[in-house]
């Protein structure tokens, strides 16, 4: 059965840094979307993606985020300049965008900002 | 703007129990209504789903129905198992679901032998 992957399944970086969270969604699905669960707290939206552009952002995606499907199969989310509260499981998800109004969800990626 | 909440945990139930976690929604339109499952150390997975008002939706023993009349889409399982024990999450997306999913703050549910 087909399913979404993300790489890595555990990042570590120094606050500052960028990071580069990748997600390889199921391969016909059109859109795509970040979510992510800040330990013991609610799955959180935070951007989607379709056509080649994001079609709805949340508060959470500001500036420091940025999103890319640079080669027609990956996904990226990037964090420009990690801080300590960007601590948090980032799942990336996709939908087929047809009758069934599901959207699947990768294992995840954890980040821990230092 | 859209919201979901859900019955605070933990539920903690013996093996064979009657589960029920209960789930309410406030949307502007007509959305659909979605139970995510998450076992411990893995991502999100569909349990089940309804997209409009009256629809069961049913997977592995679990059902809800869409309750437009009472804004609920409550979880229930006849017999729960110790697999079963796990975060069960309710969410909402509107407008043909294609949109974001909001989600309720989960509900821990731990199975006893």
């Known amino acids: ?114 | 703007g859209d919201s979901v909440t859900q019955m605070e945990g933990p539920v903690t139930l013996s093996e064979e129990a009657f589960l029920t976690i209960n789930c309410t929604y406030t949307a502007t339109g007509y959305p659909s209504l979605f139970w995510y499952v998450q076992y411990p150390g893995e991502g999100l997975q569909l349990l089940l789903k309804a997209t409009k008002a009256d629809d069961k939706g049913s997977n592995k023993g679990f059902e809800a129905t869409y309750r437009k009349e009472t804004t609920s889409f409550h979880l229930e399982k006849g017999s729960v198992q110790v697999s079963d024990s796990a975060v069960y999450f309710c969410a909402l997306s509107e407008r043909g679901g294609y949109n974001k999913l909001i989600f309720g703050a989960g509900t821990r549910l731990a199975v006893h032998p």
Not at chain 1, 29 to 49: D, T
Not at chain 1, 76 to 91: H, P
Request: glycine share 6%; proline share 4%.
């Open chain 1, 1 to 114: 059965e087909p399913e979404v992957t993300q790489t890595p399944s555990h990042q570590v970086t120094q606050m500052g840094q960028e990071v580069i969270l990748r997600c390889v969604p199921i391969s016909n699905h059109l859109y795509f979307y970040w979510y992510r669960q800040i330990l013991g707290q609610k799955v959180e939206f935070l951007v989607s993606f379709y056509n080649n552009e994001i079609s709805e952002k949340s508060e959470i995606f500001d500036d420091q985020f940025s999103v890319e499907r640079p080669d027609g199969s990956n996904f990226t989310l990037k964090i420009r300049s990690t801080k300590l509260e960007d601590s948090a499981m980032y799942f990336c998800a996709s939908s087929a965008g047809d009758q069934s109004y599901t959207q699947y969800f990768g294992p995840g990626t954890r980040l821990t900002v230092l």
